[in-house]
T-cell receptor, first 116, second 111 residues
């Protein structure tokens, strides 16, 4: 069974640019969550999509947005990049049926974004 | 609200034991534990559900104190392969709220 894949693995951008990251979940998983990881801050939740709908959102500015397609693949977009956006962006997929059983998440390898 | 993990870092010698704690001020439905090795993605270790059920894939034990909203991860007879950063993720409602992760506990096991 293929794991979660993320593309690209590395990105270098300059301030003011925008970037789009992609995540392909495990087959059959309908939930995709995005996290920002920076040293000392752990995993900061960005948003979660389930069946093409944003179900939950973290405390990030509106420059961070996402979407999910009918095949459960998800994209995350960051506009007007700032230096502080440099981080590892992880996506995780899970079955996550509402009211269902436990919610084990499988993480992708991440996209390392560097903003210069 | 982000759970609080303690200690922030710990160094062990092979064969020693360690306990990592995760506390929340909110009532929890479940606590999830993940381990992330340097340069790799976090990997699932265990879920502890409200009511005492545990589900995991490795020989690591944990507890969930519902009264205190606290979970502890027990690493016994540590091996070099246990090194990494351990994250707890807390869930308030089943399937309807996102996991909120703590800042992590860095565990280093030395020979």
């Amino acid at each position: 069974k293929a794991g979660v894949t993320q593309t690209p693995r590395y990105l270098i951008k300059t301030r003011g640019q925008q970037v789009t990251l992609s995540c392909s979940p495990i087959s059959g998983h309908r939930s995709v969550s995005w996290y920002q990881q920076t040293p000392g801050q752990g995993l900061q939740f960005l948003f979660e999509y389930f069946s093409e709908t944003q179900r939950n959102k973290g405390n990030f500015p509106g420059r961070f947005s996402g979407r999910q397609f009918s095949n459960s693949r998800s994209e995350m977009n960051v506009s007007t990049l700032e230096l502080g956006d440099s981080a590892l962006y992880l996506c995780a997929s899970s079955r996550s049926f509402p009211g269902g059983d436990y919610n084990e998440q499988f993480f992708g390898p991440g996209t390392r974004l560097t903003v210069l | 609200q982000q759970p609080v993990q303690s200690p922030q870092a710990v160094i062990l010698r092979e064969g020693e034991d360690a306990v990592i704690n995760c506390s929340s001020s909110k009532a929890l439905y479940s606590v999830h534990w993940y381990r992330q090795k340097h340069g790799e993605a976090p990997v699932f270790l265990m879920i502890l559900l409200k009511g005492g059920e545990q589900k995991g894939h490795e020989k690591i034990s944990a507890s969930f104190n519902e009264k205190k909203q606290q979970s502890s991860l027990y690493l016994t007879a540590s091996q070099l392969s246990y090194s990494g950063t351990y994250f707890c993720g807390t869930e308030q409602n089943s399937g309807n709220t996102p996991l909120v992760f703590g800042k992590g506990t860095r565990l280093s096991v030395i020979a």
